[in-house]
């Protein structure tokens, strides 16, 4: 039991099943509160960056970890049956959000990887919005 | 100079120990989530591991004697080889982790990615264990991780109120978004971060390694108490940074580059260059703790010639059994098995196996057949008992805590 669940937790992002709205409403919040963490790291890297406090290679590891962490709870969400139509909008609320922010991250990390360090902050603007609503998306739907 | 030098053993040993991959992940992940509310474990884990290792290099200076080497003598084959299973399995496992964490310290420097570099440092820390001498090795490691003091500048330069820092770390709570278990689960990863029994192994190998003997002693307290404090002031102060800089943004810590990130931004450059460059000596310090520690169990434990004292041909089963667990850390982590995770369970996994490594130290340390007249006093032996139950206990709620827990999620 012990090398299963050592196994599982191995897996970057695992994924358990979501038989009633709450238990679904519950992986959403924690998709979204890993979401909003990737996307507050992104942001401070690019702040980081464009204050000349960091390397190029530096940013570019850290902002694309980032940006693959987003697309993996994003995949991961995306795998969890839904399991009734109210899921659904929640399901395509958040999706919307996740896949906008996925946007802005990779805007960020292309910037990074042309080497224009100067201008990250700019880039990185919008993040702050994506920062925002995934942060609200939680709190509304925290039990 | 050449007395300061004479502590590079604890530096290492604590360096490694203390502020490896695991550890740099998981004290700044749990200043990020508990705050400081978790730092009293730091704290309790330093005394627990200065209590133990003193008591380890003691034994090794008055016996020429490791640790391994007396367990089997003094336990039994029978308990002795269930203690050699546990402790290479954990060994092995954090190696596993430390040969990604070089790889990805380097990974941020030359933005290639880790599993690239993964044969190229393992091969490098075989060469190392391998041609250079034991004494230069560690001076090398333990004086390049000091480069990690850029933790307390870091902190520094944030301009904490001190005040209220210490107010919350002495006045310890569960936070709101966290539950009791996680509380415990974070806190029993930290006490098995601070206690990992990979320290004392190659602590007390190092010290026959160097042919410390009685006149050591002083020696083997120096390395005691200034090694694994500095471990411990590390630990704190990496876990303040991220309180103070990751915590306010909702940012939680699951990467090695997150770790640098509060450095970066508050000191800038020289500060994340000098952050590179310790946590690439501490990993790869670590490496070398962890895959000598492999060999060195099972050589002593099956009574074979160890160590780098002597001839690789003289030790041959020795390096074979090192050469064997790098290669099989290299295959596990070209797996691209999360090398994050796997510290983690490593460190959570070697805290249920704790009593098994140090209750075999105590009895040592109190057998005058061994000791002569330096076997421990009553207040240290009163120490170390109380440090065995708490031992015991984590050791027993450790496997449950991650199961309710799911490891801490």
Same mark, same amino acid.
């Given at each position: 039991m012990l090398c299963a669940a050592g196994a599982g937790g191995c897996v970057s992002h695992p994924v358990g099943p979501a038989r009633t709205l709450t238990t679904y409403e519950g992986k959403a919040v924690s998709t979204a509160e890993s979401a909003s963490s990737a996307v507050q790291t992104v942001r401070l890297a690019a702040q980081t960056g464009s204050d000349g406090h960091a390397f190029g290679p530096y940013l570019s590891i850290t902002i694309s970890e980032q940006e693959d962490a987003l697309a993996g709870v994003e995949g991961t969400f995306g795998s969890i049956q839904p399991p009734g139509e109210e899921a659904d909008d929640l399901r395509d609320e958040l999706d919307a959000l996740l896949s906008r922010a996925l946007d802005h991250v990779s805007a960020v990390r292309i910037a990074v990887r042309r080497g224009d360090l100067d201008g990250l902050a700019r880039v990185a603007e919008p993040l702050g919005g994506d920062a925002a609503s995934l942060s609200a998306f939680a709190e509304d739907h925290r039990s | 100079m050449k007395r300061a030098l004479e502590i590079t053993l604890g530096i290492l040993t604590a360096i490694g120990g203390f502020v490896d991959i695991g550890d740099l992940v998981a004290n700044a992940e749990t200043g990020a989530r508990f705050r400081m509310n978790l730092a009293w474990v730091v704290v309790v884990g330093v005394v627990g591991i200065v209590v133990y290792a003193e008591m380890a290099g003691r034994v090794a200076s008055v016996s020429g004697r490791a640790v391994f080497d007396l367990v089997r003598e003094r336990l039994g084959p029978g308990l002795g080889l269930l203690n050699l299973l546990a402790s290479f399995f954990i060994t092995a496992l954090t190696l596993t982790a430390e040969l990604a964490g070089v790889a990805i310290a380097l990974s941020l420097a030359v933005s290639v990615h880790y599993l690239l570099l993964v044969p190229f440092t393992t091969f490098l820390v075989w060469i190392v264990v391998w041609r250079l001498p034991f004494e230069t090795m560690e001076r090398i490691f333990g004086l390049l991780g000091l480069a990690l003091v850029v933790f307390v500048v870091t902190l520094w330069q944030v301009g904490p109120d001190w005040g209220s820092l210490l107010s919350e770390a002495t006045h310890p709570h569960v936070p709101s978004q966290e539950t009791p278990f996680t509380y415990a689960y974070y806190g029993i990863a930290l006490f098995g971060a601070a206690m990992t029994p990979y320290e004392v192994f190659f602590f007390s190998s190092g010290a026959v390694e160097e042919r410390w003997? #009685?006149?050591d002693l002083n020696v083997n307290r120096a390395n005691v108490f200034v090694g694994f404090p500095l471990g411990g002031v590390l630990s704190l102060a990496l876990m303040a940074g991220a309180h103070l800089v990751l915590a306010p943004r909702g940012i939680s810590v699951d990467s090695l580059s997150q770790v640098a990130l509060p450095t970066a931004f508050v000191v800038g450059k020289l500060g994340l260059a000098c952050l590179l460059v310790g946590i690439f000596a501490a990993t790869f310090g670590a490496a070398l703790e962890t895959g000598l520690s492999a060999g060195y169990t099972v050589a002593q434990y099956l009574g074979w010639p160890w160590?780098?004292?002597? #001839?690789p041909r003289e030790a041959a089963r020795f390096h074979l059994v090192v050469m064997v667990t790098l290669v099989g850390g290299l295959l596990v982590t070209l797996t691209g098995v999360d090398p994050i995770k796997v510290t983690e369970y490593s460190i959570v996994l070697s805290a249920a196996a704790l009593p098994l490594t140090y209750f075999p130290i105590l009895l040592i340390a109190n057998d005058p057949g061994y000791m002569g007249d330096q076997v421990n006093g009553r207040l240290l032996n009163a120490l170390a008992f109380v440090y065995l139950v708490i031992l015991t206990v984590v050791a027993v709620a450790t496997i449950p805590l991650m199961v309710i827990t799911k490891a801490g999620q």
């Open positions: - | 003997g #009685r006149s160590g780098k004292h002597v #001839r």
